[in-house]
């Protein structure tokens, strides 16, 4: 029966202490029998002892164990003498140390596989070539096994062949030419036929320099295929001076990496293959041309519809510069790029004629969710029948209010010669009623000269006759005229201007009618007792005239809209208007090279400014400007 350490030193100390009392009890009068009893005892002390140390110097070797195993040396093992409980804990220990380090190294290969299959993930997702899992794959290589050289064959659709070689530790060349070879056999047996020079596009070596001094060849190697979608898509193939070196287990982790890898590609290839029919479907069956470019000048996305109103139908995959040059003198599709990616907001462009048919182009910013711009989109819509109604409408209106300015005109004379007594005395409540139609006229005659003015713009007829104009002398001789309102609705009117400024090349009548209209809708959309300023200022190379109140204002969410034909705020639409006169002044401001445009407040006020270019160079003609869109309200100087 074999005792373990505990139990010898407990029968040790029991033996002692019997021996002596035995000792002390039948020898106490005999010297030389106490002498040898004592000695006994000594002895089987100094046994207890060495047992002790014994014990104290195996418990530091497992402490040094476990210090090893806590900094992730596992290959130290603890020697293992006798039997007892510390040589079966320290059994325990080289059996911990051996499973954690399996287990260690299989959550090596875990987060290997799992960093690599997401690298590929993600660069496929962006590429979608799926050549780059193979230089994943063979970049990664390092992390799992050593390797003198990894060369690796990526396979492209048209049979073509592109091979690079990472060179890690020096070699001479001969090793680089065996390890192709090598990866080259694989690639015949894999299908069965071997590749010709012509098939391999480039090759490329990079890494360590080649040392012809190095007289090592190869000795350990290993080749991995890469299938996507049932394909041979890449051959890897890693080659090593020191023999033996790659272990079965770590072979096949590696083809199981690359198995998944190419089952992932597949998969993300079908999904993104799915979703690319679904949307190149959604877009054929739009009846609007769309265009979508980078922020790095490529066409992401154009559907049938915009290829055949620019006339590239032909071509399958356009490039950039493929569209400017469709569009070139006929739209500035480059600068409106950058234009929208500048501003970052929906921009509304000039129409755009192609053939019979008439585009109305409109771009908006892509953002991805954190408000980055990652392109722009460009919808080129069909308006030719909305301007056929237009034109067909502007027509009618034009007709009709010739027709209705002749009997409107009888009418306000007629009315004039009762007020004025000409048809004899009338009553007052006769005078009163008569007065009430004379104002009625008055305001259908304004809608009808509205209407015109509105017609001869659209038609391009508008009569502009630019002259070197002292604003400062004209507008104080039509300044009186608009004051009769200010003082009817006792506002404060102030008129600010600098002693002198330059001649502005505009015509006098279309700028007193801009200004007289800004004016008016001040003192309407203005409370009595309210405040109007006119400035005049010079601005670099403009006259700015500036009109502001304290009224009404506009609403927000309407000011895109405040230059349309006919609109009317919510906070004025019960008042006195025809909703034609800013859509007028802003016509004939840009018939006249100006800009017209506005802030405001709502329940505090407007301020219109209108910018006049001092020189234009312009001449006597008749000029049509289209309306600005939403996004061409400018911001205040």
């Known amino acids: 029966m074999k005792l373990s350490l505990t139990q010898q030193a407990l029968l040790l100390c029991a033996v002692t202490l019997l021996t002596s009392g035995i000792a002390l009890v039948w020898f106490g009068n005999d010297a030389r029998a106490l002498v040898v009893a004592v000695t006994v005892s000594v002895a089987m002390a100094a046994f207890g002892v060495r047992i002790l140390f014994s014990t104290i110097r195996s418990l530091n070797n497992l402490r040094s164990r476990v210090d090893e195993i806590a900094k992730g040396n596992y290959d130290v093992i603890t020697p293992v ?6 040589e079966r804990l320290s059994e325990a220990f080289n059996v911990m140390a051996f499973r954690l380090k399996h287990h260690e190294r299989n959550l090596t290969h875990k987060a290997y596989q799992a960093a690599v299959l997401k690298e590929i993930s993600e660069r496929i997702t962006a590429s979608l070539d799926e050549s780059e899992a193979v230089e994943i794959i063979a970049g990664s290589l390092g992390k799992v096994v050593p390797y003198s050289i990894v060369s690796y064959l990526t396979i492209r659709p048209n049979g073509t062949a592109f091979l690079k070689c990472h060179i890690e530790e020096s070699v001479n060349k001969a090793f680089s030419e065996e390890t192709k070879r090598i990866l080259f056999c694989a690639f015949a047996a894999l299908k069965g036929s071997a590749l010709t020079d012509e098939q391999i596009e480039k090759t490329i070596c990079f890494g360590a320099f080649f040392d012809e001094e190095t007289k090592s060849s190869v000795r350990s190697h290993f080749s991995l295929p890469v299938y996507v979608n049932g394909a041979l898509t890449g051959i890897i193939t890693v080659a090593s001076a020191t023999p033996n070196l790659y272990k ?8 199981a990496v690359t198995e998944q890898a190419g089952a992932t590609i597949s998969k993300m290839k079908d999904l993104i293959a799915e979703e690319s029919n679904k949307t190149h479907s959604m877009l054929s069956s739009i009846n609007e041309g769309l265009i979508m470019v980078t922020t790095k000048q490529k066409i992401s996305i154009i559907n049938e519809k915009a290829k055949a109103i620019i006339g590239i139908m032909h071509r399958d995959r356009p490039s950039l510069l493929d569209v400017i040059q469709a569009l070139y003198g006929k739209f500035d599709f480059r600068g409106a790029t950058d234009r929208v990616l500048a501003s970052k907001r929906t921009e509304s462009f000039q129409e755009f004629t192609a ?9 908006n910013p892509v953002k991805e969710k954190d408000g980055d711009v990652i392109g722009v989109v460009f919808v080129f819509s069909d308006i030719t029948k909305e301007k056929e109604v237009d034109r067909m409408k502007t027509e009618f209106i034009s007709i009709t209010s010739h027709q209705l300015r002749t009997p409107l005109s009888s009418m306000k004379w007629f009315l004039e010669m009762l007020l004025n007594n000409d048809a004899g005395e009338m009553p007052e409540k006769q005078r009163g009623i008569v007065n009430d139609v004379y104002t009625s006229n008055e305001r259908i005659i304004t809608l009808v000269n509205d209407l015109l003015d509105v017609s001869r713009i659209e038609a391009g007829k508008m009569q502009n006759e630019p002259t070197p104009t002292n604003l400062i002398e004209f507008l104080k001789s039509m300044l009186p ?14 008129f600010h201007r600098p002693d002198t400024l330059p001649r502005v090349m505009v015509d006098p009548k279309l700028v007193w009618q801009v200004l007289s209209n800004l004016l008016s ?3 309407k959309y203005t409370p009595e007792n309210g405040k109007i300023s006119f400035d005049l200022s010079l601005h670099n190379d403009a006259v700015l ?23 009317r705020a919510d906070n004025t639409a019960k008042m006195e208007g025809t909703g034609l006169g800013m859509h007028i002044a802003q016509q004939i401001t840009e018939a006249m090279g100006g800009r017209l445009w506005f802030e405001s407040s709502e329940g505090k006020g407007t301020t219109f400014y209108l910018s006049l270019p001092i020189s234009n160079g312009a001449q006597k003609q008749e ?4 309306a600005r869109g939403e996004n061409d309200i400018l911001p205040a100087l």
């Not at 053939?355 to 771009?363: D, E, L």
């Not at 005229?481 to 102030?494: C, D, S, T, Y």
């Not at 005239?545 to 609109?567: A, L, S």
Request: proline share 1%.
């Open 81 to 86: 003498r006798g039997i007892g409980e510390i």
């Open 248 to 255: 079965e287990d770590e072979v096949g982790i590696l083809y």
């Open 355 to 363: 053939g019979a048919s008439v585009y109305k182009i409109i771009a």
């Open 481 to 494: 005229e608009a004051q009769q309102q200010f003082k009817k609705r006792n506002q404060v009117f102030e």
């Open 521 to 523: 809708n001040a003192s």
């Open 545 to 567: 005239c500036t009109v502001t109140d304290n009224g009404f204002g506009i609403p927000e969410f309407q000011q895109h809209r405040i230059f349309e034909k006919f609109f």
């Open 623 to 626: 000029k049509s400007v289209q």
